[in-house]
T-cell receptor, first 115, second 116 residues
Framework: DAGVTQSPTHLIKTRGQQVTLRCSPK?????VSWYQQALGQGPQFIFQ???????QRGNFPDRFSGHQFPNYSSELNVNALLLGDSALYLC??????????????FGPGTRLTVL | AQKVTQAQTEISVVEKEDVTLDCVYE???????LFWYKQPPSGELVFLIR??????QNEISGRYSWNFQKSTSSFNFTITASQVVDSAVYFC?????????????FGKGTTLSVSS
């Protein structure tokens, strides 16, 4: 049973560029959440997708957008990259079958470096 | 507002020592969920335990045990007879029982170093 997968593993971009990160949820999961983890900090919630719609959003600017596809996979897009966007981006999947309160399982993350 | 505080930034122990990681949370909800995750150097967050706010029973799983006390808003994690493989960053997290979304609010983490 495959866990949560993310691609790419590492990415280097320059300021002002745009980036797309991808996530495939664990088998049987229908909800995907994205988190940003700066060095030495705990993960910060960006947003959550369910049924192809953004269900909840954290305190991140509109430069951060996402999408969920019919197969439950998801993309995180960041426009106009800033140096401060350098971080580990974590994707987590969960299931709504348990009343929506199921545990989130995380992928290995994408390390984004903005130069 | 919801908040998770892990006051211990770093802890260093020698193998076979017991170690307790502290977690204090704040929430206005009466129903909520608490979690512990482990993040080894590889970076992936590994789920360890989930506890519902209405279940204050402590739990033991092998060398791991968790002490949940609503009266002090604490959810502490103890590793008995620590091993080098326990070296990692440990995060405590809180999720409120909302209809719209289940965001996890994380503490800043405690880095545990176990030496042989």
């Amino acid at each position: 049973d495959a866990g949560v997968t993310q691609s790419p593993t590492h990415l280097i971009k320059t300021r002002g560029q745009q980036v797309t990160l991808r996530c495939s949820p664990k088998s049987g999961h229908d909800t995907v959440s994205w988190y940003q983890q700066a060095l030495g900090q705990g993960p910060q919630f960006i947003f959550q997708y369910y049924e192809e719609e953004e269900r909840q959003r954290g305190n991140f600017p509109d430069r951060f957008s996402g999408h969920q596809f019919p197969n439950y996979s998801s993309e995180l897009n960041v426009n106009a990259l800033l140096l401060g966007d350098s971080a580990l981006y974590l994707c987590a999947s969960s299931s709504t079958s348990g009343g929506g309160r199921d545990t989130q399982y995380f992928g290995p993350g994408t390390r984004l470096t903005v130069l | 507002a919801q908040k998770v505080t892990q006051a211990q930034t770093e802890i260093s122990v020698v193998e076979k020592e017991d170690v307790t990681l502290d977690c204090v949370y704040e929430t206005r909800d009466t129903t909520y969920y608490l979690f512990w995750y482990k993040q080894p150097p590889s970076g992936e967050l590994v789920f360890l335990i989930r506890r519902n706010s209405f279940d204050e029973q402590n739990e033991i799983s092998g060398r791991y045990s968790w002490n949940f006390q609503k009266s002090t808003s604490s959810f502490n994690f103890t590793i008995t007879a620590s091993q080098v493989v326990d070296s990692a960053v440990y995060f405590c997290a809180l999720s409120e029982a909302r209809q719209a979304g289940t965001a996890l609010i994380f503490g800043k983490g405690t880095t545990l170093s176990v030496s042989s």
